[in-house]
């Protein structure tokens, strides 16, 4: 049985959303704000949080940085359920690693698809064949989420780890952003390029001395270059 | 003329020719009219290279002054090419002759006036944007909640009995939210745009602020919370205080402000109404021991929208309009809310009828 936590400060809408999940079979943790959230998300070890924006405490954005943060939340799937329409809401929602941005009003029959197709894709991911790669300099290993370089172990979060394990799954072919797009997000949740530069640049921050092994392909995507 | 003369050689052949003719018209006047003009034929000769010399520095300064007001116009058609293609950032030289310098005055001061009146016309674009994305932000939710129960209702939740009734109580609830944000929209908008309709009588403040305070008690104690009255001596001496204003709009004025009060408030508070005679005027308050606003808000908590706690304010139920419609209101009676606060301890709204 999945687990979802619902975080959002107006109790009608959890009450709503978690009747809707557990007729669906889906067991219900709930939030009212954002510490809460952080609490209940490392002590439940949710399979996906739904996550408001405008919450007390700390707001959703906040929250999703510190879920990214922590070595024990960092992997939990995270949906944006939210008022904010804005374009910019989303594509900052998107940049900060979410699974999807979903606007409200939707219909809770909606909603629990895009929440399966989130969690599909998440466990997709898990049981991908190739557990660990090891290129000598860096070993980036599926199973612990963890990237070595020269020894020193690196904490990714999880969009940027898929990010960085599927185009060093791929080592020396070209991946276009459209491909790590629909690999990494899916085909149901519209996100702009900008949002895949953006995960590259904090990958390359984290890669440090070895940035390079992941090149530009002007204008198509990226490369995974081991040597 | 100005081409003409624009050659050195030719102007150097121009000025002889000159001297020439100057002296031939001297020496023609000398003979015709007997007149004793000049010394001599060699003083003919030399008021000839005068006049030449006279001539070309006519002729220069003529040129410098000609050549300065071509720059000048030339400067002015190409600041004038630039504007009419947009570019609103172009200052004509207000100099040259006079009525050149007019013009490019008289540019310069429509360009500006045009710069103001977009910097005006892009603020209240972006101010009607920011209000069409908060308008659309508040109604979401409601609408998310009433769609969401309804269906939820029909797929099935319409049989369990354990939620039903429930779910169909909050689906009005929050169509009911909707309806107060629609009828705040509304008000403010008619207030803005200046379709208000006031209606001043005279009536007895005393009276009207217990009656404020008996119809905003039983939703104070729905959340344990305190409203008392507070007269002025005049008025328990059972005499009337007579103040001028629209009783309806002031009405709608305490019960935002009291409303306010109650949604922000939890646990242990009391509200105070009440009201001071002063020599022409009264000066009606609202005092509370809420949770107080920071200093940096209070002067940004009349602005549509504005929210203290920005993630808090949805969540009891507040359209983010209430204290806007406040200062419209008590600005149509020529006064102004006044605020003190305190944050953890409380704060005071305040202003001022006419008696």
Not at chain 2, 47 to 63: D, G, K, N, P, Y
Not at chain 2, 241 to 264: A, C, M, T
Request: net charge neutral; charged share 30%; with cysteine.
């Amino acid at each position: 049985m999945k687990t979802v936590l619902i975080v959002d400060d107006e109790k009608d809408i959890v009450q709503l959303i978690r009747y809707n999940l557990e007729r669906e079979g889906f067991r219900v943790e709930s939030a009212l704000d954002g510490d809460e959230a952080l609490k209940k998300a490392s002590e439940a070890k949710p399979d996906l949080i739904l996550l408001d924006i405008m919450l007390p405490a700390k707001d959703g954005y906040e929250v999703i940085k510190s879920l990214n943060q922590n070595e024990k939340t960092a992997r939990i799937p995270v949906i944006f359920l939210t008022a904010k329409s804005a374009e910019f809401d989303e594509v900052l929602g998107l940049e900060l690693g979410a699974d999807d941005y979903i606007v409200k009003p939707i219909s809770p029959r909606k909603l629990i698809s895009r929440i399966r197709a989130v969690l599909r894709r998440a466990e997709g991911v898990k049981t991908e064949e190739g557990k660990s790669l090891d290129y000598g300099k860096i070993v980036i290993d599926r199973d612990s989420y963890t990237v070595k370089i020269k020894d020193a172990q690196i904490f990714f979060p999880r969009k940027e780890f898929e990010i960085l394990y599927y185009l060093a799954a791929h080592e020396g072919k070209v991946i276009s952003r459209e491909t790590l797009l629909s690999r990494i997000w899916g085909t149901d949740v519209y996100v702009g390029d900008r949002t895949i530069d953006v995960h590259i640049r904090k990958i390359r921050e984290k890669l440090g001395e070895q940035a390079e092994m992941i090149e530009t392909i002007k204008g198509v995507g990226y490369k995974f270059k081991a040597e | 003329m100005i081409s003409f003369f624009s050659s050195y050689k030719l102007k150097v052949i121009a000025a002889i020719l000159l001297g020439i003719l100057v002296y031939f018209i001297l020496l023609f006047v000398e003979n015709e009219f007997s007149l004793t003009i000049s010394f001599g034929e060699g003083h003919l000769v030399l008021t000839a290279i005068v006049s030449t010399i006279l001539f070309f520095i006519f002729e220069e300064v003529f040129s410098a002054y000609s050549k300065r007001q071509s720059k000048i116009l030339s400067t002015v058609l190409d600041g004038l090419k630039r504007i009419s293609a947009g570019d609103l950032s172009v200052q004509l030289p207000e100099t040259g002759s006079a009525q050149l310098k007019q013009i490019s005055e008289l540019t310069n001061q429509i360009v500006g006036n045009l710069k103001n009146d977009i910097t005006k016309l892009e603020k209240l674009e972006s101010m009607r944007s920011e209000f069409l994305a908060n308008v659309s932000h508040e109604l979401r939710t409601p609408i998310f909640s009433i769609q969401g129960f309804i269906e939820t209702l029909i797929d099935g939740a319409i049989d369990d009995p354990k939620v039903n009734r429930d779910f169909l109580r909050k689906a009005y609830e929050h169509s009911e939210r909707l309806n107060v944000l629609l009828n705040d929209l509304i008000e403010i908008s008619r207030i803005e745009s200046g379709e208000m309709r006031m209606s001043f009588r005279y009536f007895d403040i005393a009276e009207f602020l217990k009656n404020i305070t008996e119809e905003m008690k039983p939703k104070a104690a729905k959340k344990f919370l305190k409203i008392a009255c507070e007269m002025d001596v005049s008025a328990q001496d059972h005499h009337e205080v007579l103040v001028l204003g629209d009783r309806e709009r002031l009405r709608q004025v305490f019960y935002n402000l009291i409303d306010n009060y109650i949604k922000y408030t939890d646990g242990d508070g009391q509200i105070c109404v009440g009201f001071t005679e002063l020599p022409n005027s009264v000066r009606v308050f609202v005092r509370d021991t809420g949770c107080g606003i920071g200093e940096e808000h209070i002067e940004r908590i009349f602005e549509r929208f504005y929210r203290v706690d920005k993630n808090r304010s949805r969540g009891v139920g507040g359209t983010g309009l209430g204290l806007a419609i406040v200062k419209h209101i008590v600005e149509a009676h020529k006064s102004k809310v006044e605020v003190k606060s305190e944050l953890g301890k409380g704060s005071e709204f305040s202003f001022v009828l006419k008696k």
